[in-house]
């Protein structure tokens, strides 16, 4: 009889608080912390307004560059957003090792084979214990591009862009012998600085020995001071010209750097950047036309590598650090194809998913179509960096620095990076296998 009067009463509670809301009370809110800053989050902002549109729940963001610090200081204050987006992976294991990041298993069913099942992150929060999706991948980032002006004199203009890493290597020398400089090369970055070259080496460890010792490396399993991880420094090295322009190349930001390819004569011809770049090329003045450039696929060592076409990602990912209503209502939203669509759009279709039922048909032809039938067709492997523990990878960051610097150190650099590794406990490392392509 007590539960009966209590089901009794559940309609007269939802009266009261529906008269309450007339009444004036604030809205129901969401509060969300994600990267995107400035002309970056308009897209981002269009989508969280149609979630209010259609649920009346509000959402407070709050966009930084630096959103892995502004987390930590808010959980560390015990006031942590409700949903986060993170774009290192790493930082959710952390979070959900700490139990201070929540599982999605009752927020998002999808079993496998799903089409939502590519976008799930199944981490472990203890090392015995099952895998639980504790993250929802929103945004995937297509790397292992490298970006030129069809029409620059003295670069790629009428020619067949490189099918090989040799065939690269001889584009290279051909512009140096012009007297041109070749790629456009920026390691400067906010908040840390670096990464622009970690991605080098992840593309060329990859290309050249196959998704099987990337995640071996990837993972902490593999030694940095191997044949392979060595081999893909002195490649790196090889073709850009390490220990040269080191100002330049240490002052420039990644963003930036590329815009040269459309200068009159241009100040570099190639630049190696993930599908993010584009906007940074489009800049933001309306009234100002976008500058001609197009892409061509990293190249593999051989003309047909044995592991198939093989792509670098890397991911913005959703997680949950308070369990409320709103909370899940944003995740269960941004799962949807509603959401996605929106994204999509308000980017100019360059906002790309994982998701298992992505059309590249959905894309306008050209240059939006060709970059998620690259997603579609190849293997993806997430960014090593963003798997591997904090300390690796800021170690990581600056060691590139150092070799651009001086590529002599690379001995002492390997070495320096294998204490890091060997002092990083297992379970520091996260561990997710590369995707098969979808088609």
């Not at 649920?55 to 892995?68: E, F, H, K, M």
């Given at each position: 009889m007590r539960r009966a009067a209590a089901s009794a009463l559940v309609p007269a509670l939802l009266a009261a608080v529906g008269l309450a809301a007339c009444g004036g009370q604030p809205p129901a809110t969401v509060t969300v912390v994600a990267s995107w800053s400035g002309d970056d989050a308009r897209p981002f902002r269009q989508v969280?307004?149609?979630?209010?549109?259609?649920?009346?729940?509000?959402?407070?963001?709050?966009?930084?560059?630096?959103?892995?610090?502004v987390l930590r200081s808010g959980v560390d204050r015990n006031r942590p957003p409700d949903v986060a987006v993170l774009p290192r992976l790493n930082d959710l294991q952390a979070y959900a090792r700490r139990a201070e990041l929540l599982p999605l298993d009752d927020v998002l069913a999808a079993p496998a084979g799903s089409d939502l099942a590519p976008q799930l992150l199944h981490l472990r929060p203890a090392r015995d214990a099952p895998a639980r999706p504790y993250g929802l991948s929103v945004v995937a980032?297509?790397?292992?591009?490298?970006?030129?002006?069809?029409?620059?004199?003295?670069?790629?203009?009428?020619?067949?862009?490189?099918?090989?890493?040799?065939?690269?290597?001889?584009?290279?020398g051909r512009i140096e012998s012009r007297g041109g400089v070749p790629w456009c090369l920026g390691m400067g970055a906010q908040p840390l600085s670096g990464w622009p070259g970690t991605d080098w080496i992840e593309d060329i460890l990859l290309h050249r020995s196959g998704p099987s010792v990337y995640q071996r490396w990837a993972t902490g399993e593999l030694e940095w001071r191997s044949p392979e991880v060595r081999d893909a420094w002195r490649a790196w090295g090889e073709l850009v010209g390490a220990g040269?322009?080191?100002?330049?190349?240490?002052?420039?930001?990644?963003?930036?750097?590329?815009?040269?390819?459309?200068?009159?004569?241009?100040?570099?011809?190639?630049?190696?950047?993930?599908?993010?770049?584009?906007?940074?090329?489009?800049?933001?003045?309306?009234?100002?036309?976008?500058?001609?450039?197009?892409?061509?696929?990293?190249?593999?060592?051989?003309?047909?590598?044995?592991?198939?076409?093989?792509?670098?990602?890397?991911?913005?990912?959703?997680?949950?650090?308070?369990?409320?209503?709103?909370?899940?209502?944003?995740?269960?939203?941004?799962?949807?194809?509603?959401?996605?669509?929106?994204?999509?759009?308000?980017?100019?279709?360059?906002?790309?998913?994982?998701?298992?039922?992505?059309?590249?048909?959905?894309?306008?032809?050209?240059?939006?179509?060709?970059?998620?039938?690259?997603?579609?067709?190849?293997?993806?492997?997430?960014?090593?960096?963003?798997l591997m523990p904090a300390t690796m990878t800021a170690a990581f960051q600056s060691a590139v620095l150092r070799y651009l610097d001086d590529p002599g150190l690379l001995d002492a650099l390997l070495t320096e990076l294998d204490i890091v590794r060997s002092r990083t406990p297992g379970d520091g490392w996260l561990r997710l296998p590369c995707l098969s392509p979808r088609r």
């Open positions: 969280l307004d149609a979630f209010e549109r259609e649920t009346g729940i509000r959402a407070d963001y709050q966009g930084t560059r630096d959103v892995g610090q980032h297509a790397k292992s591009l490298v970006w030129y002006a069809p029409t620059a004199s003295g670069g790629l203009a009428g020619a067949r862009p490189p099918g090989t890493w040799a065939e690269l290597l001889r584009l290279t040269g322009r080191t100002d330049n190349v240490l002052l420039s930001t990644f963003d930036s750097v590329g815009r040269g390819m459309f200068a009159s004569p241009p100040s570099c011809f190639l630049d190696h950047q993930g599908s993010f770049i584009v906007a940074s090329y489009r800049g933001s003045d309306p009234d100002r036309p976008a500058p001609g450039f197009d892409f061509f696929p990293f190249p593999p060592f051989e003309a047909t590598a044995a592991f198939g076409p093989v792509r670098e990602i890397s991911e913005d990912v959703v997680g949950m650090f308070r369990d409320t209503a709103q909370s899940r209502a944003l995740i269960r939203y941004l799962a949807g194809e509603p959401a996605r669509r929106i994204w999509r759009e308000a980017s100019g279709h360059l906002t790309f998913t994982l998701n298992g039922g992505a059309d590249p048909a959905a894309y306008p032809e050209g240059l939006p179509r060709r970059i998620a039938s690259a997603l579609a067709t190849a293997t993806l492997c997430r960014d090593a960096s963003d």
